[in-house]
Structure formats: structure tokens, C-alpha cells
């Protein structure tokens, strides 16, 4: 098992280039489930999430049919459709396998789905992916630990479905919905639909396959089904959470960065509190190659932070407010504020495995149920470390980098599932980060 050795105290400066979107790759690769033709996909990230999802998919009898062409452009292809089971072993692995479930009762009528369980960031039900379903017309029951899902007869009917739940819409579920809908008959309407990013990439792929699709990205989306989705070729949009991450690695290490792919426009909130804290985020315009229309989704931005970091109130929420999936590091941050923050997490309220580590870095966090107190201290010290999830081990590789000292973090499988080579990306730019492999057992 893998861990990172990180000599903290050094400055970032440099330019880094932001990957294709990890949460926008996964339902687009499970869409190419609803067409016998090849789905092309550009701009993958090369992430443990993303092989497993490939795993998946070829149990589910959609193959990679350009293996040995450049690794971020990959060719899907559904060929056999003799098994839709989408098993615990590899749902288990990657709470995502469960966005097969639209494409495979949209294409096949029929499915059996793992029932994924919950995870470190809390319980992670899927009753509104459920109730869309079962909107459409289709029929819903478990059978040992698995969802089972079929069509009746007449195939799946148009709806208005309202995907509103107790912490906002769902995003996978939004996906999910919106696939079985697209080869559905007549029109559905999706109320209290999730807003992000990813479901708007997911949108534009599904529409370049044949779909009629309006509104996503926005809290209603109109589907008008058709009775076949075709081939496609699509860009996936730059990760946005994986922007956010480095953007705050500059600032924690009162760095100077560019970023070049960076989808600006989807993260207006995170750098309006960014501005807050002292942090600049601009464009460069010079980055752009001649003769391209400046693209808010794909900017080249350069950021900066003064040696202040300015205390903020910060509460997530679903797009376009401040996501969750940035909570951590700008925990991370904020330790080294001058003064008291406050930070309240409204999507996974026991979000917070990074705090207990964070204080043992010599952070003052008090938690109080869903909010955080955040008490800036002047340094942080480096310490073995660890989390159990994905964006908590970033807030820590943040931390690190920012520590006086030497900090492990360890396990760094749960980075590896959505960062690709994040340790060799920061060297790039000045970070003294190795990966070290540890034997089980031995110091962990
Ligand atoms: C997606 O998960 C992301 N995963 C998560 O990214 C992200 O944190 C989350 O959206 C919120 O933005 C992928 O895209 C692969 P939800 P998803 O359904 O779709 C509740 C990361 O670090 N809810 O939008 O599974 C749920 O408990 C990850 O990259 C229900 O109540 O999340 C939560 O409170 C982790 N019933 C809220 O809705 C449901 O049926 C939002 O969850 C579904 C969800």
C-alpha cells in the first residue's frame, strides 16, 4: 500500500494542465451501455475509479475497442447484451458502478444492480434514483443485496418526476434518470433536477447520440424520448474538483500558479471565497491560442495568495454553491488563517475525516454536528496521517505541503481513485512529494 512522503514548506510556481473530469467520465462511459454503436470518450483520466468502471462495463459486455491508442481517448462498444448484473464485488469498489442502472433498463429492459452500501463520507441511499425509475414505469424489488429492475411490457413511459430530496437533487440519480428516459416514450420532465456540471456533459453526449434533451444544468430538465440512441464522439469537460484542489494548493502554499483547461465558469463560488481569503484567481488571456474564442469552461487562470489568509463562512451546497467535494481542502486552508472561520457541510453532514488528522498536524477545529470552527493557527507540523476517502486524503496532501516537517500520508489508494499522478504533477511545480510503498502492517 501506497503512502506519500511530504517535505512541507515549499513554494508552489508553475503551470499544471486540468484533467477530463472524473465525475463527468463515469456516467458518460456507462451511457455507452444505451446504444449498440461505439461511444468515443476524450480527455479520460488514467484513475483507479475510472479502470474500475471499465472493469465493470466488460462484465456488462461494453469492451474498450482501441486499446494501445493514446490512453485518454477511449472507444466503448456494447456488443453483448446477455448480462445486466452488475456485481457487489466491483460495486463495492466504487459507489458510481451504481449510474449502469439508467443506461441498462433504458437499453435492456431489465437489470440487477448491486445495492451500493455506504461509505466514509456517510450514508449514501439511493431511494430518489429509485423513485425516478419507478416513475417510468418500471418495477423495483430487492433480491439479496441487489436492486433488481425491470420494464413491463409496454417498455418505459415519459413522467414529471420530482428529484428533490432531504440534502437537495442527486446527481448520479439526475444521470441515471436521464438515460432510461431518453429511449423512453413521450416526455419526461425531471423537477428538482440536479444542477451540476457533469450532468450538463452528460446531457451534451447523450444529445450528440441522438437524444432530445433541454434544461440540463438547470432544476428542470425536458427529455423527449427516442426510440434509438446512435455512435458519438465527446470532449469531457475539465474536473472542476480537481481545479479547486490546486487552486487552494497555491494558496496554502502561498504559491504562483497557472492552470491551464481550467473550467472557470463552474467555479464561481469556490473563487469567490478564495477572493475572500486573499486568494487572486485570473485569466490569462495570452494563453489562448490565436484565433480561439476565449472559453470560460477552458481558461488558462494564474493564481496567487498573499502570505495573509483571511478567515471566510462557508456553508456547501449543491451546484452552483460551494461543493462539498472542496470542503476538505479548504479546511486545509483555513487552519492557517488569521482568525476563526466557520464551515458548514450541507450535502454529507458527517463529511469530516479530515479533522481529527488536521489536529493532529496541530490545527484547532472544533465540531460541532455539520459545522466546523476553525481556529487559525500560525503553522501546522508534519505527522503520520491518514483518511479513508478521497478528498479528505487531499486536504492532507494540502496540509502537508504547507506543514514545517515531514508528513505521511498514507493509503493514498484513495487519491489515486480520482487524482491522477498527484504526486509527480506538484513536484512539477515545487513540492517535495514521494511515493513510498509501504508493507501492510508496517507503520500503518
Ligand atoms: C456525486 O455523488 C459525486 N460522485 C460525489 O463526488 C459528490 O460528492 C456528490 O455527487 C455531491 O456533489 C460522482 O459523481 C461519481 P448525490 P452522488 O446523489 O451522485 C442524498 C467525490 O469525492 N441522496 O448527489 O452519489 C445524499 O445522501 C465524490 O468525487 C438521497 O437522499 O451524490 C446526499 O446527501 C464523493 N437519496 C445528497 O443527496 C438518493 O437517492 C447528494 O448526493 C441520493 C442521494
Same mark, same amino acid.
Given at each position: 500500500? #501506497?503512502?506519500?512522503?511530504?517535505?512541507?514548506?515549499?513554494?508552489?510556481?508553475?503551470?499544471?494542465?486540468?484533467?477530463?473530469?472524473?465525475?463527468?467520465?463515469?456516467?458518460?462511459?456507462?451511457?455507452?451501455?444505451?446504444?449498440?454503436?461505439?461511444?468515443?470518450?476524450?480527455?479520460?483520466?488514467?484513475?483507479?475509479?475510472?479502470?474500475?468502471?471499465?472493469?465493470?462495463?466488460?462484465?456488462?459486455?461494453?469492451?474498450?475497442?482501441?486499446?494501445?491508442? %493514446?490512453?485518454?481517448?477511449?472507444?466503448?462498444?456494447?456488443?453483448?447484451?446477455?448480462?445486466?448484473?452488475?456485481?457487489? %464485488?466491483?460495486?463495492?469498489?466504487?459507489?458510481?458502478?451504481?449510474?449502469?442502472?439508467?443506461?441498462?433498463?433504458?437499453?435492456?429492459?431489465?437489470?440487477?444492480?448491486?445495492?451500493?452500501?455506504?461509505?466514509?463520507?456517510?450514508?449514501?441511499?439511493?431511494?430518489?434514483?429509485?423513485?425516478?425509475?419507478?416513475?417510468?414505469?418500471?418495477?423495483?424489488?430487492?433480491?439479496?443485496? #441487489?436492486?433488481?429492475?425491470?420494464?413491463?411490457?409496454?417498455?418505459?413511459?415519459?413522467?414529471?418526476?420530482?428529484?428533490?430530496?432531504? @440534502?437537495?437533487?442527486?446527481?448520479?440519480?439526475?444521470?441515471?434518470?436521464?438515460?432510461?428516459?431518453?429511449?423512453?416514450? =413521450?416526455?419526461?420532465?425531471?423537477?428538482?433536477?440536479?444542477?451540476?456540471?457533469?450532468?450538463?456533459?452528460?446531457?451534451?453526449?447523450?444529445?450528440?447520440?441522438?437524444?432530445?434533451?433541454?434544461?440540463?444544468?438547470?432544476?428542470?430538465?425536458?427529455?423527449?424520448?427516442?426510440?434509438?440512441?446512435?455512435?458519438?464522439?465527446?470532449?469531457?469537460?475539465?474536473?472542476?474538483?480537481?481545479?479547486?484542489?490546486?487552486?487552494?494548493?497555491?494558496?496554502?502554499?502561498?504559491?504562483?500558479?497557472?492552470? %491551464?483547461?481550467?473550467?472557470? #465558469?463552474?467555479?464561481?463560488?469556490?473563487?469567490?471565497?478564495?477572493?475572500?481569503?486573499?486568494?487572486?484567481?485570473?485569466?490569462?488571456?495570452?494563453?489562448?491560442?490565436? =484565433?480561439?474564442?476565449?472559453?470560460?469552461?477552458?481558461?488558462?487562470?494564474?493564481?496567487?495568495?498573499?502570505?495573509?489568509?483571511?478567515?471566510?463562512?462557508?456553508?456547501?451546497?449543491?451546484?452552483?454553491?460551494?461543493?462539498?467535494?472542496?470542503?476538505?481542502?479548504?479546511?486545509?486552508?483555513?487552519?492557517?488563517? #488569521?482568525?476563526?472561520?466557520?464551515?458548514?457541510?450541507?450535502?454529507?453532514?458527517?463529511? @469530516?475525516?479530515?479533522?481529527?488528522?488536521?489536529?493532529?498536524?496541530?490545527?484547532?477545529?472544533?465540531?460541532?454536528?455539520?459545522?466546523?470552527?476553525?481556529?487559525?493557527?500560525?503553522?501546522?507540523?508534519?505527522?503520520?496521517?491518514?483518511?479513508?476517502?478521497?478528498?479528505?486524503?487531499?486536504?492532507?496532501?494540502?496540509?502537508?505541503?504547507?506543514?514545517?516537517?515531514?508528513?505521511?500520508?498514507?493509503?493514498?489508494?484513495?487519491?489515486?481513485?480520482?487524482?491522477?499522478?498527484?504526486?509527480?504533477?506538484?513536484? %512539477?511545480?515545487?513540492?517535495?512529494?514521494?511515493?513510498?510503498?509501504?508493507?501492510?502492517?508496517?507503520?500503518?
Amino acid at each position: 500500500m #501506497d503512502s506519500f512522503v511530504i517535505e512541507g514548506g515549499r513554494r508552489l510556481a508553475g503551470k499544471l494542465r486540468i484533467n477530463g473530469s472524473k465525475n463527468a467520465a463515469l456516467p458518460l462511459m456507462a451511457a455507452a451501455l444505451l446504444t449498440d454503436e461505439p461511444v468515443t470518450l476524450r480527455d479520460v483520466p488514467d484513475l483507479a475509479d475510472i479502470r474500475n468502471m471499465l472493469r465493470l462495463l466488460a462484465e456488462l459486455g461494453c469492451h474498450r475497442v482501441n486499446e494501445g491508442d %493514446d490512453r485518454r481517448v477511449m472507444t466503448l462498444h456494447a456488443t453483448d447484451r446477455s448480462n445486466s448484473h452488475a456485481r457487489y %464485488d466491483i460495486v463495492r469498489t466504487m459507489r458510481a458502478g451504481v449510474c449502469v442502472l439508467g443506461p441498462l433498463l433504458g437499453r435492456r429492459g431489465t437489470c440487477r444492480v448491486s445495492m451500493p452500501g455506504g461509505c466514509a463520507i456517510g450514508d449514501r441511499p439511493i431511494d430518489l434514483h429509485l423513485r425516478g425509475m419507478r416513475a417510468l414505469g418500471a418495477e423495483v424489488s430487492m433480491d439479496a443485496g #441487489d436492486i433488481v429492475v425491470t420494464v413491463p411490457p409496454g417498455g418505459l413511459v415519459g413522467a414529471t418526476i420530482f428529484l428533490g430530496g432531504p @440534502f437537495g437533487s442527486t446527481v448520479l440519480g439526475t444521470a441515471n434518470v436521464m438515460c432510461a428516459a431518453a429511449v423512453a416514450r =413521450g416526455r419526461t420532465v425531471i423537477e428538482s433536477a440536479a444542477c451540476e456540471p457533469e450532468v450538463a456533459d452528460l446531457a451534451a453526449l447523450l444529445v450528440r447520440m441522438g437524444a432530445r434533451i433541454s434544461g440540463a444544468g438547470t432544476p428542470r430538465i425536458t427529455i423527449d424520448g427516442v426510440p434509438q440512441l446512435g455512435k458519438a464522439d465527446h470532449t469531457i469537460m475539465p474536473d472542476r474538483i480537481e481545479a479547486g484542489t490546486f487552486l487552494m494548493a497555491a494558496a496554502i502554499t502561498n504559491g504562483d500558479l497557472v492552470l %491551464d483547461n481550467c473550467p472557470t #465558469d463552474t467555479l464561481l463560488a469556490t473563487i469567490d471565497r478564495l477572493n475572500a481569503i486573499g486568494v487572486e484567481v485570473e485569466p490569462i488571456e495570452f494563453l489562448r491560442p490565436a =484565433g480561439h474564442p476565449a472559453d470560460p469552461q477552458r481558461q488558462a487562470v494564474r493564481v496567487t495568495c498573499g502570505r495573509v489568509i483571511r478567515p471566510v463562512e462557508v456553508t456547501t451546497q449543491p451546484h452552483p454553491g460551494f461543493p462539498t467535494d472542496l470542503q476538505a481542502q479548504l479546511v486545509a486552508l483555513l487552519t492557517l488563517a #488569521d482568525g476563526n472561520s466557520v464551515i458548514t457541510e450541507r450535502i454529507f453532514p458527517d463529511r @469530516f475525516l479530515h479533522v481529527a488528522e488536521l489536529t493532529r498536524m496541530g490545527a484547532k477545529i472544533f465540531r460541532q454536528g455539520p459545522t466546523v470552527i476553525v481556529s487559525g493557527v500560525r503553522e501546522l507540523h508534519g505527522a503520520p496521517v491518514m483518511a479513508s476517502d478521497l478528498r479528505a486524503s487531499a486536504c492532507l496532501v494540502l496540509a502537508g505541503m504547507a506543514a514545517q516537517g515531514t508528513t505521511t500520508v498514507n493509503r493514498v489508494y484513495h487519491l489515486d481513485r480520482g487524482y491522477e499522478s498527484m504526486e509527480s504533477r506538484l513536484r %512539477d511545480v515545487g513540492a517535495r512529494i514521494t511515493r513510498v510503498s509501504v508493507k501492510e502492517g508496517a507503520g500503518e
